[in-house]
Structure formats: structure tokens, C-alpha cells
């Protein structure tokens, strides 16, 4: 949709349809694309890496969709300007992210994105939902959600990735919400005007209650909106940036 808004054409490609399933490589498809005259790759790839190992082989623009476990860029800005847009800056702001931590590109992306900006991120999780080195990357980890509720100025509430569970080492889907959804009463002992956010899809009764997903704290949706807008301007960034290379030479 961001593209199109931008009037430009779209053509979506799935692996499942693509000659990767002929045994074509990824350089291999993105060389066929930049011989089509695109000047835009937008990829998601199940593969952390993958863009950027593509980005670094073909001379037209490659835009990080998500990879694998590793970042979601785009999503960490539609995040980022929503809290700029509903509490007017990021410096300073207290922000908790809970859930699947471990399995999350969005959670990475947001951290780097928020600490860089000059906030302070906490992240909850059951222990096995958090990964060893996330205290590296600037993050304070909690896992008591009441604890990192208190002082919360922003919440955002990942999906839980049941179907990456194949161990069965995730807690059960009710005790999960039982000890780290966001549910009304646990926002009455929150600041009063917390945000909840949430990059979708909502699995509700589990992340979060259905009366937090649809009040007065949430910006779900406009999440979604900020999303397109977000999107156009990453796209019209990179499409005037490529113009400039190519007039500069």
C-alpha cells in the first residue's frame, strides 16, 4: 500500500511461486529482479541476513522487510513515531517490551532504535524468552510484569510464537497470560496514560485482554496507520536517494 500510494508499480514475488523453488539462489533472483529494471527490493526472508547479503550483491535498493529473528526496521519506526506522535519526544521515555523476546526481530529493532534516541527500555519474558546477550544491547531485563508496569510510559506487547515452540519449553497459553498479559488491572497500577502498543497480529486472552486491546491506552491501530506513512517515506528516502547517486554520476 505505501508503495502504491507513492504511485509506484508493485509486483510481489513469494518464494513459494519463485525459481528459488527451482533451485535458484537469492543473489541469484535479486540479480534476475535488478535485470527487470526494479528499482526497489522491499524482502522479508525467514534467513536473519539475508537482505543485507543481498543488498551487498545487487546495485538497486533493498529494503529490510524483517529477517528471520534478527531486525524489523520499519516496524521499529512506525513504533518510534507512534510514541514521538501521542507523548511528543523519545528522550527520556520509559518503555517495557514483553513477550516472546527471543524469537522477536521487532523487539531488536526497538531497542536499538530507542536506546539510540536516548530512552530507556526495559523487557519482560519468562526467562526462556530471553535471550543472553539482550543486556548488551542497552536493555534492563525484568520478569515481573507488575515490576516493569510501574514506571512504564509505554508498553508493547509482542505475539507470543507458539508455533516456534517445537521443545515445548513455552509456558502454557493461560499460564502466559496469567503471569505476563497485560490485562485493565494491571494498568490501574501503571502510570494513567500508558500507551499499549502492539505489532499484530493480536492473539487476545494471551498477550493481552481484549478490554486492554480495544481502550482508551491503545494505539493498535493507529500503529497501522503510522505504518503506511512510515513505509512511504522509507521508500521515498530511498527512491531520492538512488536518483542523486545516479545523477551524481
Not at 523476546?101 to 519474558?125: D, E, F, P, Q, Y
Not at 526462556?128 to 510501574?150: F, K, Q, T, Y
Request: aromatic share 4%; charged share 20%; glycine share 8%.
Amino acid at each position: 500500500m505505501a508503495a502504491k500510494r507513492l504511485s509506484a508499480d508493485v509486483i510481489n514475488i513469494a518464494t513459494e511461486t519463485s525459481s528459488v523453488k527451482k533451485g535458484e539462489t537469492l543473489i541469484d533472483t535479486g540479480r534476475n529482479i535488478q535485470a527487470l529494471k526494479a528499482d526497489i527490493i522491499v524482502m522479508r526472508h525467514n534467513y536473519s541476513g539475508a537482505a543485507v547479503m543481498l543488498a551487498r550483491s545487487v546495485d538497486i535498493s533493498v529494503v529490510n522487510a524483517g529477517d528471520g529473528w534478527h531486525e524489523h526496521p520499519t516496524q521499529a519506526l512506525l513504533d518510534i513515531f507512534t510514541l514521538k506522535e501521542k507523548l511528543g519526544r523519545i528522550e527520556g521515555l520509559n518503555v517495557t517490551i514483553v513477550g516472546d523476546i527471543a524469537h522477536s526481530r521487532v523487539a531488536r529493532s526497538n531497542i536499538w532504535g530507542l536506546t539510540k534516541l536516548g530512552a530507556r527500555v526495559t523487557v519482560c519474558a519468562p526467562k526462556m524468552l530471553i535471550p543472553p546477550s539482550i543486556e548488551e544491547m542497552g536493555a534492563v531485563v525484568i520478569h515481573d510484569i507488575e515490576e516493569a508496569l510501574i514506571n512504564a510510559d509505554a508498553v508493547n506487547v509482542l505475539r507470543m510464537q507458539f508455533e516456534r515452540d517445537s521443545g515445548e519449553a513455552f509456558p502454557q497459553q493461560l499460564e502466559y497470560f496469567k503471569n505476563f498479559g497485560i490485562t485493565s488491572e494491571r494498568l490501574k497500577k501503571a502510570k494513567k496514560n500508558i500507551i499499549v502498543m502492539h505489532p499484530g497480529p493480536i492473539n487476545r486472552g494471551i498477550e493481552m485482554s481484549s478490554e486492554v486491546a480495544d481502550g482508551a491506552n491503545s494505539v493498535i491501530l493507529e500503529q497501522v496507520t503510522n505504518g503506511i506513512a512510515v513505509r512511504m517515506a522509507v521508500l521515498f528516502l530511498v527512491a531520492q536517494a538512488r536518483d542523486g547517486n545516479e545523477n551524481t554520476n
